[in-house]
C-alpha cells in the first residue's frame, strides 16, 4: 500500500511543484500587480480550508481512494481554467477552486500514518515526505528549464495534466475507510480527551495555524520575493527552489535517526527557536542576494523538516480514529491563516510596491509565537503526564489487589461456590456457600 501511495506523491508532487513555481510569475508576466496576485493566494487559501475539511470528512465515509478519484480530475481542470486570462473574478473563483479540490497531500498524509505501527510510523512520514521534497527538486528545476523551451502557459498546462495521470496508482489501492470502530470517548454527550490529549490537540491546531501563516510568505510568494528584490530570473528563481528542496529531502531522511537520540521535544524547538532567529535577521540580508538566498535555503531546511516530526508527534497522543477528524480542522485552521497571510502581502503591496521588511518582521512574530506556545506546551504534557501516570497506576494497584482477593479465595483448601451481585450503588458483594452443603440440601430435596 505504501508504494502506490509513495508513487501517488511522487506524480502529483511533479506536478504541483512545478505549478507553483510557475504561476505567480506567470501572472507577473500579464503585469499583474502584487495586490491582485495575492488576493488570488487569498481565495485558493479559502479552497483549501473548506475542500481539506469537507473531503477529510467525506474521506472517513467513502474511502480514501474514491476521494482521491474524485477530486483530483477537478482539481487539474480548475488548475488549466486558472490559467485563462479573463476578468480578476474568474481568476478568483477558478483559485477557489482548484484550492477546494486539492486533496492531494491530506489524504496520503492520513493514509501513511493509519497505515503504519508506532514503530515505523515516522519513519514511513518521513520516506513519504522525502518522495514530496524529490518531487519538487524534479518539479521546480524540471519547470524553470521547460518554460525556457515552451513558454510560462504550456509548462503550467503540461503539470495539470500530469496530475491528472497521477491518480492512475490509486487504482491499486485498497478503498480505505474508517474501519475501526471507534472507542467511546464520549462522557455525557460529550468527546472526553484526557489533559494530555487535550493539550496536544490544541498545540496541534494552535501550532500548524501560526507556522501555516508565517511559511505561506515564503510558500505562496517566494518566487515573487526573488523577482522583486533581486529581478532573478525564472531559471535562476527555480534553481534556489530545487536547492531548497533537495537539500530538505536528504536531512529528512536522517530526521528520525536525531528524534531517536535527542527526542521530538528538544528537537522541535531548537528548529522553530531558529527559524525565529532567522527571519528576524531577514530585512538584513535584504541587502545582499547571496546572503537572503543562502538564508531563504536555511529557513527551508529547518521549517520543512519539522513537518513529519510535528505532524507525528501531534497525532501519537490523539486517538487514532479521530485522525482525519483532528487532521481535517487543523488543514481547515492552517489554510484561513494563509489566506489571512496572503492578505498582509496584499495590504502591504497596495502602494504598488511591497514592503518586505515589514512583511518579515510580521513573520518573525509568527515564529516567535509559535516557539513560546511550543516551550509551554511540552511543560503542561510534562505536569499532566505525571498526573496521568499516578492516576493509571493507582487504578492498576486497586485492581491488582481486586484479584489477589479473588485468587486468595478461588485458592481456599475448601471448595467453594462464590456467587457476586451488585446492588445499586455498584458495590461488590461476595457470597460463599460450602459445596457440600449445598449438595447435601438438593439431596434432601
Known amino acids: 500500500m505504501l508504494f502506490y501511495i509513495n508513487l501517488y506523491t511522487f506524480l502529483v508532487g511533479i506536478s504541483k511543484a512545478a505549478y507553483t513555481a510557475l504561476f505567480n510569475l506567470y501572472l507577473k508576466s500579464l503585469s499583474y500587480e502584487n495586490s491582485i496576485i495575492g488576493n488570488s493566494t487569498f481565495y485558493y487559501s479559502w479552497g483549501l480550508a473548506f475542500g481539506g475539511l469537507l473531503f477529510s470528512s467525506i474521506s472517513d465515509r467513502i474511502g480514501r481512494k474514491k476521494t482521491l478519484l474524485v477530486t483530483m480530475p477537478l482539481f487539474s481542470l480548475a488548475g488549466l481554467l486558472r490559467l485563462i486570462p479573463t476578468s480578476y473574478t474568474l481568476l478568483y473563483v477558478f483559485s477557489f477552486l482548484f484550492g477546494f479540490f ?216 490523539l486517538p487514532k480514529s479521530y485522525l482525519a477528524t483532528f487532521s481535517g480542522v487543523s488543514y481547515f485552521i492552517n489554510n484561513l491563516m494563509k489566506a489571512f497571510s496572503a492578505q498582509i502581502f496584499t495590504h502591504l503591496s497596495k502602494s504598488g510596491t511591497t514592503n518586505y521588511s515589514k512583511l518579515f518582521l510580521i513573520t518573525g512574530t509568527f515564529y516567535l509565537l509559535n516557539t513560546i506556545i511550543t516551550l509551554i506546551t511540552f511543560v503542561l504534557i510534562y505536569i499532566f503526564k505525571d498526573k496521568t501516570d499516578e492516576k493509571t497506576q493507582t487504578t492498576k494497584l486497586e485492581q491488582s489487589k481486586k484479584n489477589a482477593f479473588v485468587t486468595s479465595i478461588k485458592d481456599f483448601k475448601h471448595r467453594r461456590i462464590i456467587s457476586y451481585q451488585k446492588d445499586n450503588s455498584q458495590k461488590l458483594s461476595v457470597h460463599i456457600h460450602n459445596s457440600t452443603t449445598f449438595k447435601k440440601n438438593k439431596d434432601e430435596k
Do not use: W
Open 102 to 317: 486539492d486533496t492531494s497531500i491530506i489524504l496520503p498524509t492520513i493514509s501513511v500514518i493509519e497505515s503504519s505501527d508506532e514503530k515505523k510510523r515516522l519513519r514511513n512520514s518521513n520516506m513519504n515526505f522525502a518522495i514530496v521534497m524529490l518531487t519538487g527538486v524534479l518539479g521546480y528545476f524540471g519547470a524553470g528549464l521547460l518554460s525556457e523551451k515552451i513558454g510560462l502557459v504550456n509548462s503550467l498546462r503540461l503539470s495539470m495534466i500530469l496530475a491528472l495521470f497521477s491518480i492512475l496508482p490509486l487504482f491499486a489501492l485498497p478503498n480505505t475507510k474508517l474501519r475501526v470502530k471507534r472507542k467511546k470517548l464520549k462522557t455525557n454527550g460529550k468527546m472526553y480527551l484526557n489533559p494530555v490529549q487535550l493539550t496536544m490537540l490544541f498545540y496541534y491546531i494552535l501550532s500548524g495555524a501560526l507556522v501555516s501563516a508565517a511559511a505561506a510568505v515564503f510558500i505562496n510568494f517566494g518566487n515573487v520575493i526573488f523577482l522583486d528584490l533581486f529581478l532573478f530570473s525564472t531559471t535562476t528563481i527555480t534553481l534556489i527552489l530545487t536547492i531548497s528542496q533537495l537539500s530538505t529531502a536528504v536531512t529528512s531522511l536522517f530526521t528520525h535517526k536525531l528524534t531517536s537520540k535527542y527526542g521530538y521535544k528538544l528537537l522541535l524547538f531548537v528548529l522553530y527557536l531558529s527559524v525565529t532567529l532567522l527571519i528576524f535577521m531577514m530585512p538584513i540580508f535584504m541587502l545582499n542576494s547571496a546572503l537572503f538566498t543562502v538564508a531563504y535555503i536555511l529557513r527551508y531546511i529547518l521549517l520543512n523538516i519539522t513537518t513529519p516530526m510535528f505532524m507525528v508527534f501531534c497525532l501519537s497522543y
